[in-house]
């Protein structure tokens, strides 16, 4: 419904530009697909990440859905309880926190997973009663890229499965039990080998401690960010790894009463994202024809910081003759949205539509140059709701203490 150029322009007459729009129908439809694709296991629970866009409304949306919510920081924990979620269903999966901050998720009253033997210990000291998730480094090279990739041997996330022994010890010096266990080696997975072998190794080490609720599989599943472009075999993936865990349930203690939990960003919300910029300029030098538009890497980063793909669209000219362009930002950096792309003859004042901007596009963005962030826009129910403003001067200087000069 959304992806119809007239209504997009008209959104961004509107609203005026830069400017993001979310579909909340997409994000239903990737939940509901997830879903589906793992109804062969019993207490399956899906917990969105929502580092990937954090905005509270989203999260209620989510909450409505009956999702659970994965927080990386104790802000993420309290957005989450803003928008509605009871504590239980929030996973805090932090990374390099200090215990104050562990502490305080306690006091939430959300599960937790700690990735670090001495935090673990620590932790047993304070809270010897309490069950804790931990999560364990696998060692496997997953993902787009070394930047997103942290499930390696090298990475700082996780806790090594060659030091299960120690984790052990702490138990037993502590007297905490071991509530769930959790991985995650990445983003934008597609060869479903590496996370059906991570799955293993947890599924493995579950048999050692008879008191786990949850398997907290992570995330890391590939969207389309190209026309004809591979992701992650959903269906495949499901099949797998539900046969595994099935039987795994069959020789568990407790016979079948683990949940198990997966934690998508980019796959429940990258696709439901929209992101409109006008074009200040037609520029040709010696080699090329730049088009520059009113944003830059202030607003959206994943083009220059991971050499992502992001579809670009021009919808004000939809079916004019393709050229090629290379889009770039209004900010004093290499800040190039699309090197050398084919797109439907660009005149100046035309917007541009760039495409998979629902997940890390937002939450990523700066003031950089001083620009203001830009407003955020969400379809309903077929209707449009502004859930952002854009921002102002005093937006950006209200921390500022001016001294005497
Ligand atoms: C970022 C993150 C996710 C989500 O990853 P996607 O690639 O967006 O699906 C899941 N779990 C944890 C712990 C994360 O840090």
């Known amino acids: 419904m959304i992806?119809?150029?007239?209504?997009?322009?008209?959104?961004?007459?509107?609203?005026?530009t830069p400017l993001y729009i979310y579909d909340s129908y997409k994000i239903y439809q990737q939940y509901k697909k997830m879903i589906n694709a793992f109804k062969g296991i019993n207490n399956f629970i899906i917990n969105y990440a929502c580092k990937a866009n954090t905005n509270l409304n989203i999260l209620k949306f989510f909450?409505?859905?009956?999702?659970?919510?994965?927080?990386?920081?104790?802000?993420?924990?309290e957005i989450g309880l803003m928008a509605g979620f009871p504590p239980k269903n929030?996973?805090?999966?932090?990374?390099?926190?200090?215990?104050?901050?562990i502490i305080k998720a306690v006091k939430l009253g959300v599960r937790i997973n700690l990735d670090?033997?001495?935090?673990?210990?620590?932790?047993?000291?304070?809270?010897?009663?309490?069950?804790v998730g931990i999560r364990i480094?696998?060692?496997?090279?997953?993902?787009?890229n070394l930047k997103t990739s942290v499930g390696h041997i090298d990475s700082k996330f996780g806790i090594s499965f060659y030091q299960i022994p120690h984790v052990k010890r702490i138990l037993k010096n502590t007297g905490i039990k071991i509530d769930g266990l959790h991985m995650h080696?990445?983003?934008?997975?597609?060869?479903?080998?590496?996370?059906?072998?991570?799955?293993?190794?947890?599924?493995?080490?579950a048999l050692d401690f008879p008191k786990v609720n949850y398997i907290d599989l992570g995330s890391g599943f590939k969207v389309s960010y190209k026309k004809k472009d591979v992701k992650t075999d959903i269906s495949m993936l499901s099949n797998k790894i539900t046969h595994e865990f099935n039987n795994l349930c069959k020789n568990y203690k407790n016979n079948n009463c683990i949940t198990l939990i997966i934690e998508p960003g980019k796959f429940l919300v990258s696709e439901s994202g929209y992101f409109l910029v006008r074009v200040n300029v037609i520029k040709h030098t010696t080699s090329t024809v730049?088009?520059?538009?009113?944003?830059?890497?202030?607003?959206f980063i994943r083009p220059m910081f991971y050499d992502a793909y992001h579809h670009i669209d021009n919808i004000s000219n939809p079916n004019g003759c393709s050229r090629f362009y290379t889009v770039v930002g209004y900010i004093c950096e290499s800040d190039t949205f699309g090197l050398n792309r084919k797109i439907s003859e660009i005149h100046e004042g035309d917007i541009l539509c760039i495409k998979n901007a629902g997940a890390y596009c937002y939450s990523m963005s700066s003031n950089y140059n001083s620009r203001y962030r830009p407003s955020e826009v969400?379809?309903?129910?077929?209707?449009d709701f502004l859930i952002r403003k854009r921002e102002t001067m005093k937006d950006l200087i209200k921390n500022i203490i001016e001294i005497p000069i």
């Open 3 to 16: 992806h119809n150029n007239e209504y997009l322009i008209k959104l961004s007459e509107k609203y005026g």
């Open 63 to 77: 909450n409505t859905l009956g999702s659970g919510l994965d927080a990386v920081s104790i802000q993420e924990i």
């Open 185 to 205: 080696t990445g983003s934008d997975i597609l060869n479903i080998q590496s996370f059906l072998e991570g799955a293993k190794i947890l599924f493995k080490i």
């Open 90 to 101: 929030i996973i805090y999966t932090p990374n390099c926190v200090s215990i104050q901050e």
């Open 137 to 144: 480094n696998p060692h496997i090279m997953a993902g787009a």
């Open 290 to 299: 730049f088009a520059g538009v009113d944003s830059g890497f202030n607003h």
């Open 116 to 131: 670090n033997l001495s935090i673990l210990e620590q932790f047993g000291e304070y809270f010897p009663k309490y069950s």
């Open 378 to 383: 969400m379809i309903l129910n077929g209707k």
